[in-house]
C-alpha cells in the first residue's frame, strides 16, 4: 500500500521536535502542502524554514489562537484536508506524589494535551465538512490505555480523556465525513522529556524496559508517522474511532 497526498493540505502541531516534525516531514516526502505548529516559534520556524513548510506559531490552550490559526490555513490554502494533534507532552514535569500536585501543573498538561486537540478539532471540523472530507488523527499514549511509565497523574488523566475524545468525535464528525482516530505510541526516545526519562531508568531498567517489547527495540519517531500517515490516507475511509497501539508489542 502506498499513500500519496499532492495537494493535500495538512496542520501538525507540536512540531518544535520530535515526533511531531517526523510526522510533517513523511506528509511532506508525500506530497502533501504542511502547516506546523508550536508554542516554541524558534524551533518550529527554523524547522519549517529548512524544509519548506509554513510555520504557525500559538498556544493551542487558547480556543480563539486555534481558530485563528484554522482561519489563517483557509485564507492561505483554501481549505483543510488532514488534521495531525501532535502538541502535548509532560511540559517539563516528572512524576511525584499525588498530594504534591497543585492545580497549575494538572492544568497545564490538559490544556496541551486535550484542549488543544478539541479546539483546533472544533475549527478544522467546520472547515472539513464543507468539502465532505477529513482526517483527524491524534497522538495520544500507551498512557491513554494503562497507567503511565512517567508516574505523571495528569499525562495519564489527559491521555485517557483524549481517546475519549478520539471516539466522540468520531461519532459526532463521521456523518460529515470526516474520521477520526488516535495513534498510541510506546516509549520513544523522541525529544529532551523522553531523553531524560530513558536516562533515569539506568543500564537495568532499559534493559527491562526492552525485554518487555516483543520486538526487542524501541521505537523512533517514523514509526509513529507511518501509522498517522495510514490513518490519514484514503485507504482508510471507513476505519473511525480506533486507537492503534504503536509500541512493538507490550508484554
Known sequence: MSSHFDQRVVLVTGCAQGIGQA???EFQSAGAIVFVADLDERHVSEFASRYGMHALHFNVGDQSQ????????????GRLDILV????????????PVAQVTPSAWHAIFEANVDGAFWLSQAASTLMQS?????IINIASGAGLRPSLTGIQAYTAAKHALVGLT???????????ITCNAVAPGFVR??????KQWEAYGPE??????????????GTARDIAHAVLFFASEQSGWISGQILSVDGGRS
Open 23 to 25: 510526522i510533517a516531514l
Open 66 to 77: 486555534c481558530h485563528k490559526a484554522i482561519e489563517q490555513i483557509s485564507q492561505q490554502a
Open 85 to 96: 494533534n501532535a502538541a502535548g507532552g509532560v511540559r517539563g514535569q516528572v512524576g511525584g
Open 131 to 135: 468539502r465532505g472530507f477529513g482526517r
Open 167 to 177: 471516539k466522540q468525535l468520531s461519532q459526532d464528525l463521521g456523518p460529515l465525513g
Open 190 to 195: 523522541s525529544n529532551p522529556s523522553t531523553e
Open 205 to 218: 531498567g532499559q534493559a527491562r524496559l526492552i525485554a518487555g517489547i516483543h520486538t526487542r527495540r524501541l
